[in-house]
Every structure is written in structure tokens, then in C-alpha cells.
């Protein structure tokens, strides 16, 4: 039996998303435990504000206790998941 073959387009695609959904969930962890400004914090901050600016200001965050939910944070990463399955599903398709 052979495998599925897919293309490149796809691979790459399945990189980037997940790499945006991992420095997604890495700023909602550490905004929600409220973590402090260390150079690695100011460093996600400065990846993921580029990322996560079209969604600022959709939602209200959450105050759970003295923690934060950045809902907008949570759509977002719903948003590139979705955007990024669609795109692997059409180069798929398209075999590219």
C-alpha cells in the first residue's frame, strides 16, 4: 500500500499554522497566569502582536479570579486553525 502523497504546499502551510498556534497559546498562558516581563515574555509579546492585532478589540477579556482571558487571543487562534485547515485541504486537492 502506498502512503497519501501531498504536496509541499500543504507541509509548508501545516508549519506555519502550527507555529502561529503555538505562540498563540504561549501569550494566552502566560498573559492568563500573569506572567512577568522577561526577555523571553517581551520576546513572544513582539512575535505575537503582529499576529494577533487584526483581532484586538473584538472581545472583552475574561477575569477569571485574578487571571485574564484574552478571548480575542482565543478567537484568533480559532481563526488561523481554521484558515490553515482550509488551505492544506485546497493544495490538497489541487495537488500542489
Known amino acids: 500500500m502506498r502512503g497519501k502523497k501531498s504536496g509541499v504546499l500543504p507541509k509548508l502551510v501545516s508549519i ?19 506572567a ?7 520576546f513572544l509579546n513582539s512575535l505575537s ?5 487584526p483581532f484586538n478589540g473584538i472581545f472583552h477579556p475574561v477575569l477569571i479570579g485574578n487571571n485574564t482571558l484574552d ?5 484568533a487562534l480559532i ?8 488551505l ?5 486537492l489541487l495537488k500542489l
Open 16 to 34: 506555519l499554522v502550527t507555529l502561529i498556534q503555538i505562540i498563540i497559546v504561549l501569550y494566552l498562558a502566560l498573559k492568563f497566569f500573569g
Open 36 to 42: 512577568n516581563s522577561t526577555p523571553f515574555v517581551r
Open 49 to 53: 502582536e503582529p499576529i494577533l492585532q
Open 71 to 75: 478571548l480575542s487571543a482565543v478567537f
Open 79 to 86: 481563526v488561523y486553525s481554521a484558515i490553515g485547515f482550509g
Open 88 to 92: 492544506q485541504k485546497i493544495f490538497t
